[in-house]
Structures are given as structure tokens and as C-alpha cells.
Antibody, heavy 115, light 107 residues
Framework: QVKLLQSGAALVKPGASVKMSCKAS????????VSWVKQSHGKSLEWIGE????????NFNEKFKGKATLTVDKSTSTAYMELSRLTSEDSAIYYC????????WGQGVMVTVSS | DIQMTQSPASLSASLGETVTIECRAS??????LAWYQQKPGKSPQLLIY???SLHTGVPSRFSGSGSGTQYSLKINSLQSEDVASYFC?????????FGGGTKLELK
């Protein structure tokens, strides 16, 4: 069965960076886009961007360009997102999902930015 | 960006009732619309895609309809396990965008 297993919660200081992972299983990793979605304080959802593992091609929400970097490791079927220059506005839950219609989701990573 | 306006923001309904949630896009999205359910503390789950196609394993009491800029999610015969937040999402044009969500509670 399809699974997306994300890394654990992170507590980071303002100005620092954080890198989270999303390990895919149960399907051919290189066949589907992987998207990242932000959910702040139990509110609505924002699409950050997506990466196509086969080629490394990416598409981003303009709002998150310069904030998020997306990469993949095809050998381990793992997608990564790094967020830089963190502020309190980046405190949120971050999900990885499969496809453009998000048919499978990871369990989410809670990122807390605090000194 | 395509704006997705969802209504109502919250909804209280009784068991067995039929519930409808609306989603309006700021421009035609040609049925590129999905609906998700999110229970407290859990990840969102896909219910409907292409505006009216039921995702695998989703109960048939859920249905989607609409076209152009206006779409809706209907839940027939509300069950206690349907208490959740619901979100629409357009995937017609980048950036993919979501509605603000509807919180469904039991009356």
C-alpha cells in the first residue's frame, strides 16, 4: 500500500534552516510528483511546491520561492524540503503528498520556530 | 492566483441529515477540483477528484458536483465519523490553491 513517512517534529531557532524528509513506499517513486503543503495553526492549506523525482523538475508557489528548496534521493525514494531563514510565520505543520490531486499524504511534520 | 471561496466556514447538522458545502473559484477551473476531509490531528484525505469522481474507498454518501466556477460537496445521511473539516482545492492552474475550509460539527 502507498505510504509517505515523514520525519519527526522540529524545534528551530529564528534565522536557522530546517530540512525534513518524506520516504515513499508502495508505488514507483519516480512516476508521481511529490508536493509539499503548509498548514498553519489548524487553519487552511497552502501549496508550497512540487518536484518530479524522475527529472528533478520543480514548480513553486511564488510565495515560497527563496524559502523552500525541494530535492529527492531516488535511491531511497525519499523527497526532502528545506526551509531557510525561519521566522515565527514558518511555524506550521508541513505535509508531503503525492500527485497534483493529493491522493496520499504523509503524517505531517510540526515545525516550531522559537528562540 | 485562482482564489477558492468556500462556504459556509462552519456548519452544524444532525445525524442522518444531508449536508452541502460550496466552493466558488475566481475563474473557470474546468472541473479541476478536489475535496478533502481532515479529522482533528490527522492528515487530509482525498474524497472527490475531477469535481465528481469518488476516490477509492470513500463511502458513496459523499458526492461532488458542479462546473465552471461553482462546485459543491454533498454528504447524504450524515454519520458521526463525518465530523471533520472539509477543504476544496483547484488543480487547473498553478499555484494549486485551497478553499478556507468548512468545519462540520454535530448538532
Amino acid at each position: 500500500q502507498v505510504k509517505l513517512l515523514q520525519s519527526g517534529a522540529a524545534l528551530v531557532k529564528p534565522g536557522a534552516s530546517v530540512k525534513m524528509s518524506c520516504k515513499a513506499s508502495g508505488y514507483t517513486f519516480t512516476d508521481y510528483w511529490v508536493s509539499w503543503v503548509k498548514q498553519s495553526h489548524g487553519k487552511s492549506l497552502e501549496w508550497i511546491g512540487e518536484i518530479y523525482p524522475n527529472s528533478g523538475a520543480t514548480n513553486f508557489n511564488e510565495k515560497f520561492k527563496g524559502k523552500a528548496t525541494l530535492t529527492v534521493d531516488k535511491s531511497t525514494s525519499t523527497a526532502y524540503m528545506e526551509l531557510s531563514r525561519l521566522t515565527s510565520e514558518d511555524s506550521a505543520i508541513y505535509y508531503c503528498t503525492r500527485g497534483s490531486v493529493f491522493d496520499y499524504w504523509g503524517q505531517g511534520v510540526m515545525v516550531t520556530v522559537s528562540s | 492566483d485562482i482564489q477558492m471561496t468556500q462556504s459556509p466556514a462552519s456548519l452544524s447538522a444532525s445525524l442522518g441529515e444531508t449536508v452541502t458545502i460550496e466552493c466558488r473559484a475566481s475563474e473557470d477551473i474546468y472541473n479541476g477540483l478536489a475535496w478533502y476531509q481532515q479529522k482533528p490531528g490527522k492528515s487530509p484525505q482525498l474524497l472527490i477528484y475531477n469535481a465528481n469522481s469518488l476516490h477509492t474507498g470513500v463511502p458513496s454518501r459523499f458526492s461532488g458536483s458542479g462546473s465552471g466556477t461553482q462546485y459543491s460537496l454533498k454528504i447524504n445521511s450524515l454519520q458521526s465519523e463525518d465530523v471533520a473539516s472539509y477543504f476544496c482545492q483547484q488543480y487547473y492552474d498553478y499555484p494549486w490553491t485551497f478553499g478556507g475550509g468548512t468545519k462540520l460539527e454535530l448538532k
